[in-house]
T-cell receptor
Framework: DAKTTQPNSMESNEEEPVHLPCNHS???????IHWYRQLPSQGPEYVIH???SNVNNRMASLAIAEDRKSSTLILHRATLRDAAVYYC????????????FGTGTSLTVIP | KAGVTQTPRYLIKTRGQQVTLSCSPI?????VSWYQQTPGQGLQFLFE???????NKGNFPGRFSGRQFSNSRSEMNVSTLELGDSALYLC????????????????FGEGSRLTVL
């Protein structure tokens, strides 16, 4: 699986939008971009995933660059409950469910 | 519907002992994967089971093993424990269709925290 690069940490003020970047320059044409987050003392939870087009769900939006070499997870209004480590993961269409998590981005939300 | 259940939540062992961790997936989920999380190495994939067969394996020594039962429940075992095996062990389940092409969403349990003294 191709690797991803994320900033180690980011801060955001509460109720402001947050843009979490992820670089994946070696992405292949069949790799899906997945985002998971891990709240303190919990297992990771799914946030969103996409292939080529931008995606929206109740938790977040995923903006994918036209060349697919980068993507951005957007939290529209950060809340204190969004403080977590966010992982950007590439996963091919075939194969099992072995997800390779990088170091992720630790998001701090400031009240 | 009940989530992924892992037992025990906490345990302490000494070097050289062995440990067995259990994972009950969400009802209907046939894929179970295991991850090790440590402060130094982050989240690392151990192995995945689907329909009682190991489908994928990460880069861990043979001391780490697992199995899956016909009801999809899974266990992982670590023999001859070392200090470096102290970690949070996470289990994740997912629903897999026979014709599924998109990697399924993983549902994680809260983990079993193992301390090796």
């Amino acid at each position: 699986d191709a690797k991803t690069t994320q900033p180690n940490s980011m801060e955001s003020n509460e109720e402001e939008p947050v843009h979490l970047p992820c670089n994946h320059s070696t992405i292949s044409g069949t790799d899906y971009i997945h985002w998971y987050r891990q709240l303190p003392s919990q297992g990771p939870e799914y946030v969103i995933h996409g292939l080529t087009s931008n995606v929206n769900n109740r938790m977040a939006s995923l903006a994918i660059a036209e060349d697919r070499k980068s993507s951005t997870l957007i939290l529209h209004r950060a809340t204190l409950r969004d403080a977590a480590v966010y992982y950007c993961i590439l996963r091919g269409a075939l194969g099992g469910n072995q997800f390779y998590f990088g170091t992720g981005t630790s998001l701090t939300v400031i009240p | 519907k009940a989530g992924v259940t892992q037992t025990p939540r906490y345990l302490i062992k000494t070097r050289g002992q062995q440990v067995t961790l259990s994972c009950s997936p969400i009802s209907g989920h046939r894929s179970v994967s295991w991850y090790q999380q440590t402060p130094g190495q982050g989240l690392q994939f151990l192995f995945e089971y689907f329909s009682e067969t190991q489908r994928n394996k990460g880069n861990f020594p043979g001391r780490f093993s697992g199995r899956q039962f016909s009801n999809s429940r899974s266990e992982m075992n670590v023999s001859t424990l070392e200090l470096g095996d102290s970690a949070l062990y996470l289990c994740a389940s997912s629903f897999v269709l026979r014709t599924q092409r998109v990697p399924g969403e993983l549902f994680f349990g809260e983990g079993s925290r193992l301390t090796v003294l």
